[in-house]
C-alpha cells in the first residue's frame, strides 16, 4: 500500500477565490494523479503529474483552472482557481503501486 | 469511448444476507481492475484483478474477473452493517504514454440488522 497525506481535509470557501491542495507521499512516485468527485456522482480523473514535466489534463479540464505543481517526487499541489459552486466537490490524489491504486483522505470543497 | 458499468446501482439487504455486485468495462490496453469501498471521502483498497479466472479472496470479500467477457463481480457473504458503503469498480487502462484510471457509478449497498 502507500501512505497518503492530503490536506486540508476540508474547507469551505467564497467564490471567486482559489484553494490549493496539497498531496504527500511516503515514498517516491513517478506519477501523481488528481481526481474529482462532485455530489452524487464517481471519481473523474482531472490530470496525471510527472515530476520535471507539465501536468497531463483530461478532456474538459484545464490548467488555468486547476493549476498542478510536481516540484520532487513525493508531492504534488492541486489549485482549484476563481471557485465557483460548481467546483463543490470532493478531491482526491491517488498514487500507483505495483499492488494497485491508492488515494489521500480526500478534501471536502464547498464553495459558498 | 472506455466506460465501466457496476450493477445494481443501489441494493438493500439485511444482515447475513449475501451480495453480488457487478462490473463490466469497455476499454483500450486493459491492464487491472480494480475494486473500492468508499464511506466517506476516500476510497478504500479492495482488490486489483488482473488475470482471468483468479479468485482473490479476503475475509468475507472475494472478487473475480473474466477478461474475455470484460466483466468482474464482488461478493460479500454474510453481510455486516458495517458493509454498507458505496463500492466502486475502476479499470486501469493506458493508450500511449497515457495511463489512467476509469470509474463505474458505483453500488450503494444498504445493510440493515
Known amino acids: 500500500s502507500a501512505v497518503i497525506s492530503q490536506k486540508p481535509s476540508r474547507d469551505i470557501c467564497q467564490r471567486g477565490t482559489s484553494l490549493t491542495i496539497q498531496c504527500q507521499v511516503d515514498?517516491?512516485?513517478?506519477?501523481m494523479f488528481w481526481y474529482r468527485q462532485q455530489p452524487g456522482q464517481s471519481l473523474t480523473l482531472i490530470a496525471t503529474?510527472?515530476?520535471?514535466?507539465?501536468?497531463?489534463?483530461e478532456s474538459g479540464f484545464v490548467i488555468d483552472k486547476f493549476p498542478i505543481s510536481r516540484p520532487n517526487l513525493t508531492f504534488s499541489t492541486l489549485t482549484v482557481s476563481n471557485m465557483s459552486p460548481e467546483d463543490s466537490s470532493i478531491y482526491l490524489c491517488?498514487?500507483?503501486?505495483?499492488?494497485?491504486?491508492?488515494f489521500g483522505q480526500g478534501t471536502r470543497l464547498t464553495v459558498v | 469511448e472506455d466506460k465501466v458499468v457496476q450493477s445494481p446501482l443501489s441494493l438493500v439487504v439485511h444482515e447475513g444476507d449475501t451480495v453480488t455486485l457487478n462490473c463490466s468495462y469497455e476499454?483500450?490496453?486493459?491492464?487491472?481492475l480494480l475494486w473500492y469501498k468508499q464511506e466517506k471521502k476516500a476510497p478504500t483498497f479492495l482488490f486489483m484483478l488482473?488475470?482471468?479466472?483468479i479468485e482473490k479472496k479476503s475475509g468475507r470479500l472475494s472478487s473475480i474477473l473474466d477478461k474475455k467477457e470484460l466483466f468482474s463481480i464482488l461478493n460479500i457473504t454474510a453481510t455486516q452493517t458495517g458493509d454498507s458503503a458505496v463500492y466502486l469498480c475502476?479499470?486501469?487502462?493506458?493508450?500511449?504514454?497515457?495511463?489512467?484510471?476509469?470509474f463505474g457509478k458505483g453500488t450503494l449497498l444498504t445493510v440493515n440488522p
Open positions: 488482473t488475470s482471468s479466472g
Open positions: 475502476a479499470v486501469a487502462h493506458s493508450g500511449g504514454s497515457n495511463y489512467k484510471l476509469t
Open positions: 491517488s498514487v500507483d503501486r505495483s499492488a494497485g491504486a491508492f
Open positions: 476499454v483500450t490496453n486493459f491492464r487491472s
Open positions: 515514498s517516491q512516485v513517478t506519477m
Open positions: 503529474a510527472n515530476q520535471g514535466s507539465e501536468a497531463t489534463y
